[in-house]
T-cell receptor
Framework: RKEVEQDPGPFNVPEGATVAFNCTYS??????FFWYRQDCRKEPKLLMS?????NEDGRFTAQLNRASQYISLLIRDSKLSDSATYLC???????????WGAGTKLIIKP | GAGVSQSPSNKVTEKGKDVELRCDPI?????LYWYRQSLGQGLEFLIY????????KSGLPSDRFSAERTGGSVSTLTIQRTQQEDSAVYLC????????????FGQGTRLTVV
């Protein structure tokens, strides 16, 4: 089993819709969680950190479920510009190594 | 510089040649990562440097790959006797590795082995 797993998609979603995807992790000692966004032929960039209490940034909401060992990303009122691959990352404070999911591809259609 | 800098941005090399890829991390970042990404694929971990600790080399695909990090700053990834399957984008990232471990990426080196 991979340490961090994501549904590769693609998720094809009409503009304006709400879309959500999850990322599961296997190591219960994981401490820090992030969502990154990667556009085609570009480097990944941080979208948002995921806090235990959950956090919201505009149309984006990230949540952490430690009991079930997954993090989620919700995008409301999706825009064409949201089309990208979304990568989840977990780290363990023991060595700060980043463990990456393979990414979920999102395509927003007009 | 303000961000992670990688050079060259593009490299075309003949099969069998050696190549060196350079990464200049953000100043003060103790953690440095090398990844490889083929078109449409996820990030493939190669090697991780953290401060003065021994690097985690568990992701290097063969002994043709090596990396070093001098003075805790600049890192060089070397690929010897390149093969066509080495063609990919090589991404470097750095982070503070203390507390919030957000990683910042360079723009990558696109390696093409012909």
């Amino acid at each position: 089993r991979k340490e961090v797993e994501q549904d590769p998609g693609p998720f094809n979603v009409p503009e304006g819709a709400t879309v959500a995807f999850n990322c599961t992790y296997s190591n219960s000692a994981s401490q820090s969680f992030f969502w990154y966004r990667q556009d085609c032929r570009k480097e990944p960039k941080l979208l948002m950190s995921v806090y235990s209490s959950g956090n919201e940034d505009g149309r984006f909401t990230a949540q952490l479920n430690r009991a079930s060992q997954y993090i989620s990303l919700l995008i409301r009122d999706s825009k064409l510009s949201d089309s990208a691959t979304y990568l989840c990352v977990v780290t363990m404070d023991s060595n700060y190594q980043l463990i990456w999911g393979a990414g979920t591809k999102l395509i927003i259609k007009p | 510089g303000a961000g992670v800098s990688q050079s060259p941005s593009n490299k075309v090399t003949e099969k069998g040649k050696d190549v060196e890829l350079r990464c200049d991390p953000i100043s003060g970042h103790t953690a440095l990562y090398w990844y490889r990404q083929s078109l449409g694929q996820g990030l493939e971990f190669l090697i991780y440097f953290q401060g003065n600790s021994a690097p985690d080399k568990s992701g290097l695909p063969s002994d043709r790959f090596s990396a070093e990090r001098t003075g805790g700053s600049v890192s060089t990834l070397t690929i010897q006797r390149t093969q066509q399957e080495d063609s990919a984008v090589y991404l470097c990232a750095s982070s503070l590795a203390v507390g919030v471990t957000e990683a910042f990426f360079g723009q990558g080196t696109r390696l093409t082995v012909v």
